[in-house]
T-cell receptor, first 107, second 114 residues
Framework: GIQVEQSPPDLILQEGANSTLRCNFSDSVNNLQWFHQNPWGQLINLFYIPSGTKQNGRLSATTVATERYSLLYISSSQTTDSGVYFCAALYAGKSTFGDGTTLTVKP | NAGVTQTPKFQVLKTGQSMTLQCAQDMNHNSMYWYRQDPGMGLRLIYYSASEGTTDKGEVPNGYNVSRLNKREFSLRLESAAPSQTSVYFC?????????????FGSGTQLSVL
């Protein structure tokens, strides 16, 4: 199956800072998604982004499919951005999630 | 409210007991999934159902069975619970498999097997 690696594993920021999270995947995918798991465990789908760039408020994501990586940008971070960010590759009914990046935003 | 609903939210079992986790979605989605999440790890797919009447094994199916009762409901059964099945279980759905479809999750079931 497809391997998914995320970096960094942990990230601590001051409120207002910007950050970039990376997701590398081992093979071509046509369904790459980013999720945020908040401190209460709820999983929110942030982006479906198999290629190109999308933006949603302070968050944006870029996937370069030919080079097999995706980036999630968080600008002007807020304490509510804290949690774990996962990327996932979905294919043929199956899916592989990375181990996540744990983001802590301090006030 | 539209979305994916899981029950129960918490459950404690003794080794060898059985139980069924229930999941229902009201978004008319075709595909449904069961995942488990262990501490510090990403989600691993247990079983999925691409459409009503079909189910397939995911990455970690051993010790579990599933039933796609109808288009709305997809249940996960533990026949004889083991401590290794202590985990948080998430149900998810998408309109269909494949490209272009976002995966939407329920709020999870925290299961402890003693």
């Amino acid at each position: 199956g497809i391997q998914v690696e995320q970096s960094p594993p942990d990230l601590i920021l001051q409120e207002g800072a910007n950050s970039t999270l990376r997701c590398n995947f081992s093979d071509s995918v046509n369904n790459l998604q980013w999720f945020h798991q908040n401190p209460w465990g709820q999983l929110i789908n942030l982006f479906y982004i198999p290629s190109g760039t999308k933006q949603n408020g302070r968050l944006s994501a870029t996937t370069v499919a030919t080079e097999r990586y995706s980036l999630l940008y968080i600008s002007s971070s807020q304490t509510t951005d804290s949690g774990v960010y996962f990327c996932a590759a979905l294919y043929a009914g199956k899916s592989t999630f990375g181990d996540g990046t744990t983001l802590t935003v301090k006030p | 409210n539209a979305g994916v609903t899981q029950t129960p939210k918490f459950q404690v079992l003794k080794t060898g007991q059985s139980m069924t986790l229930q999941c229902a979605q009201d978004m008319n989605h075709n595909s449904m999934y069961w995942y488990r999440q262990d501490p510090g790890m990403g989600l691993r797919l247990i079983y999925y159902s691409a459409s009503e009447g079909t189910t397939d094994k995911g990455e970690v199916p051993n010790g579990y069975n599933v039933s796609r009762l109808n288009k709305r409901e997809f249940s996960l059964r533990l026949e004889s619970a083991a401590p290794s099945q202590t985990s948080v279980y998430f149900c998810a759905s998408s309109l269909r498999q494949g490209t272009g479809e976002k995966l939407l999750f329920g709020s999870g079931t925290q299961l402890s097997v003693l």
